[in-house]
């Protein structure tokens, strides 16, 4: 019995102090989803990419808002989203400790101004991600002229770039059909 009271008093504490002290985690791990709606360009690929659907995104056009939401509840804290944005504005932080007293509370949101389309007028797609693309674009452009020329179709919605492949496509046939009946006539 003495044998074994030496070796207690010798071996320490063996528990932690938590909650009075915070609990140290490994730098690997995988707590709740922080999102920064500075670096967002809301383009859903968290939401494509969540698993639980925790995150999820609704466009409201006539409004010309996309609003950004997690429910904390849901997620299973996967890391998916964060591997999946590509501006990094989601992180797997430490926290752990996601106890609340209502459930509303376990939700987070965030709204975004959608892009007007510069043919038409009509709000098509976040103008945060509008930018982004249009900027990673413009680095590739060979001069200014070519860069302006990107950000306007970046700038414009998918119904007025369908109108105006259709009348591409309608002026190469013309031109087609013309230059036959040219070779033709004698």
């Known amino acids: 019995m003495l044998k074994l009271l030496k070796e207690i008093l010798r071996s320490g504490e063996a528990t932690v102090q ?31 990419a969540c698993p639980p659907n925790a995150i999820q995104m609704e466009t409201d056009t006539a409004a010309g808002t996309r609003t950004w939401s997690i429910n904390y509840g849901r997620c299973v804290f996967c890391g ?23 459930k509303a509370d376990l939700t987070r949101k965030a709204v975004f101004t959608l892009a007007e389309c510069a043919c038409c007028g009509k709000a098509f797609a976040p103008a945060k991600e509008v930018d982004y693309v249009a900027r990673l674009l413009g680095q590739s452009a060979r001069n200014q002229e070519e860069a302006d020329r990107l950000r306007l179709t970046v700038s414009t919605c998918p119904e007025c770039k369908r109108k105006q492949d259709a009348h591409q496509v309608a002026r190469m046939e013309i031109d087609r059909q013309l230059g036959r009946q040219l070779e033709t006539t004698p």
């Open 18 to 48: 938590y909650p009075f002290a915070p609990l140290e985690v490994c730098k690997d791990f995988r707590g709740k989803p922080e999102h920064d709606a500075e670096l967002c360009i809301a383009c859903a690929a968290c939401t494509v």
């Open 80 to 102: 998916r989203c964060e591997e999946s944005c590509p501006t990094g504005a989601i992180r797997l932080s430490a926290d752990f400790e996601l106890a609340v007293g209502n």
